[in-house]
Each structure stands twice: as structure tokens, then as C-alpha cells.
């Protein structure tokens, strides 16, 4: 697949030490339009759509702030804390958007399974598509969030 000149620019900005320390990209080969297409028929393939599951966290991710550092239950079996950290980060797709670098750590109490994101990962999801590079920190793969956020939820 050829890669647009855009899609270069928001690729270089993804790596490690550009905007973020270890960059969004973690180990992951494939290009970002193969990423992102890859995630997007995950998600279709496990019924759920983009919208929902970003709109799901970012309601965690609300919820998760207002604890201020407390862990917060949202829901059945789903505890959230938001750790603060100083400093916004802006979104390497260009757009202009700026987010606070703290991170929500969600445990799911009935395996224990952690999922890790921040703000800015809620955005990626919702407006591009976007849940990080294989091995990236706070990659979400589509399979663990419709786990976690299915419909025990
Ligand atoms: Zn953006």
C-alpha cells in the first residue's frame, strides 16, 4: 500500500522522543493505514463499533477523574483509577487537539485483567480510528476492550 504524504507526517510524529517518550507505535511494522484498517474489522467482526466503545471510555475516563486518584467503580466488575501526570499532549494526527497526560488504569475484579489508556487514546479511538501500534503502552487491541467492556460490563 502506498502511504500519503499526510499519513508519513502523522507516522513520523508517532515516534518515540517526537510527543510522547515511547511514541504510539510500540514494535508494530505495519504501516498506520494497515493498523488502523486491521482494528476496524476486528471491531466489526466482534459487533461492536468505534463510537461505542470510545464513547464507553470516555464515560470510564470521566468517571475514573473525578476519583482524583481513587479507584472508582464503573461498573459490575470494572474498577478505574486515573493517575495524573503533569503536562498536556497534543494529538500527533495534526488536528490541534490537546489532552492531559494522565493515564486510567481499568481492572476488570472477575480476572483481573488491566487495560491501560489516557485521555488522548480515548480521542484516537473515537475521531481516527486509531488504538496505538502493536507493543505500544497503551495500545487497547479491540479483542481486550470488547472483553472488558462487554456485556458483563
Ligand atoms: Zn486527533
Redesign the pocket.
Known amino acids: 500500500m502506498k502511504t500519503s504524504p499526510e499519513e508519513r507526517r502523522i507516522t513520523e510524529r508517532m515516534q518515540p522522543g517526537v510527543l510522547s517518550r515511547d511514541g504510539f507505535l510500540g514494535e508494530d511494522r505495519r504501516s498506520l493505514g494497515e493498523i488502523i484498517d486491521a482494528d476496524r474489522s476486528s471491531v466489526l467482526t466482534l459487533g461492536f463499533d468505534q463510537a461505542t466503545l470510545a464513547a464507553r471510555l470516555q464515560e470510564i475516563l470521566e468517571a475514573a477523574m473525578e476519583g482524583m486518584g481513587a479507584p472508582v467503580r464503573v461498573g459490575l466488575h470494572l474498577e478505574a483509577v486515573y493517575r495524573e501526570s503533569m503536562g498536556r499532549i497534543p494529538?500527533?494526527?495534526?488536528?490541534g487537539?490537546r489532552f492531559p497526560k494522565g493515564e486510567v488504569e481499568l481492572t476488570d475484579t472477575s480476572c483481573s485483567e488491566t487495560l491501560r489508556f489516557t485521555p488522548l487514546s480515548v480521542?484516537?479511538i473515537a475521531?481516527?480510528g486509531f488504538f496505538q501500534g502493536r507493543g505500544s503502552r497503551y495500545r487497547i487491541s479491540p479483542h481486550a476492550l470488547a472483553r472488558v467492556l462487554g456485556p458483563r460490563g
Request: negative net charge; charged residues 10%.
Open positions: 494529538c500527533p494526527f495534526g488536528d487537539a480521542h484516537m475521531a481516527h
